[in-house]
């Protein structure tokens, strides 16, 4: 079973801080989407890299693509409340399943 | 608007009695999926649909059951549930497999 490792587990930062979420596996995937999920709710998608190197942005989020397209990072900057959830990245093996990641929980505090 | 519906939203059941969460999609998906959450654990895959009548088991499927008998509707049925069952049931959806998920809201079981 492949494996998609999620860091920091936990991050809890100040309102205006950036940070960076770091997805990392030993497995080579076809492409690689981030999502968010909040309390109460399932997840919802953000973005998808596909072509390794690739960097996309989101207003403040910008993900991207390792050049071998075995990990991914997403770095949000200038942080807001509105930012608090959970951050997924889940991995297309190919093989008719998306792998998830153990996810980082983010709480920014006003 | 385009969404995965499930139901129920909460249930809390006893051991051994028959159960089935519902989810539908309206989005004409041929790709659907379900997955449960558990703490350290992440988003795990149970079964999943490529197509009508057409179904494979994820990594944990044993005491679970599904059918695709319209491309719509992907029922995760529980034929004796137990209490290692007790997760967060999230039903998902997409045009393509293993891209770009819709997921529904979540079922929280509890098995007692």
């Known amino acids: 079973t492949q494996l998609l490792e999620q860091s920091p587990q936990f991050l809890s930062i100040q309102e205006g801080e950036n940070l960076t979420v770091y997805c990392n596996s030993s497995?080579?995937?076809?492409?690689l989407q981030w999502y968010r999920q909040e309390p109460g709710e399932g997840p919802v998608l953000l973005v998808t890299?596909?072509?390794?190197?690739e960097v996309k942005k989101l207003k403040r989020l910008t993900f991207q693509f390792g050049d071998a397209r075995k990990d991914s990072s997403l770095h949000i900057t200038a942080a807001q409340p509105g930012d608090t959830g959970l951050y997924l990245c889940?991995?297309?093996?190919?093989?008719?399943?998306?792998?998830f990641g153990t996810g980082t929980r983010l709480l920014v505090s006003p | 608007e385009a969404q995965v519906t499930q139901n129920p939203r909460y249930l809390i059941t006893v051991t051994g009695k028959k159960l089935t969460v519902t989810c539908s999609q309206n989005?004409?998906?041929?790709?659907m999926s379900w997955y449960r959450q558990d703490p350290g654990l992440g988003l795990r895959q149970i079964y999943y649909?490529?197509?009508?009548?057409?179904?494979d088991k994820g990594d944990v499927p044993e005491g679970y059951k599904v059918s695709r008998k319209e491309k719509r509707n992907f029922p995760l049925i529980l034929e004796s549930p137990s209490p290692n069952q007790t997760s967060l049931y999230f039903c998902?959806?997409?045009?393509?497999?293993?891209?770009?998920?819709?997921f529904g809201s979540g079922t929280r079981l509890t098995v007692v």
């Open positions: 998902a959806s997409s045009l393509l497999f293993g891209v770009d998920y819709t």
């Open positions: 497995s080579v995937f076809s492409s």
């Open positions: 890299v596909v072509t390794g190197g």
């Open positions: 889940a991995g297309n093996t190919g093989f008719q399943k998306l792998v």
């Open positions: 989005m004409n998906h041929e790709y």
């Open positions: 649909s490529m197509n009508v009548e057409v179904t």
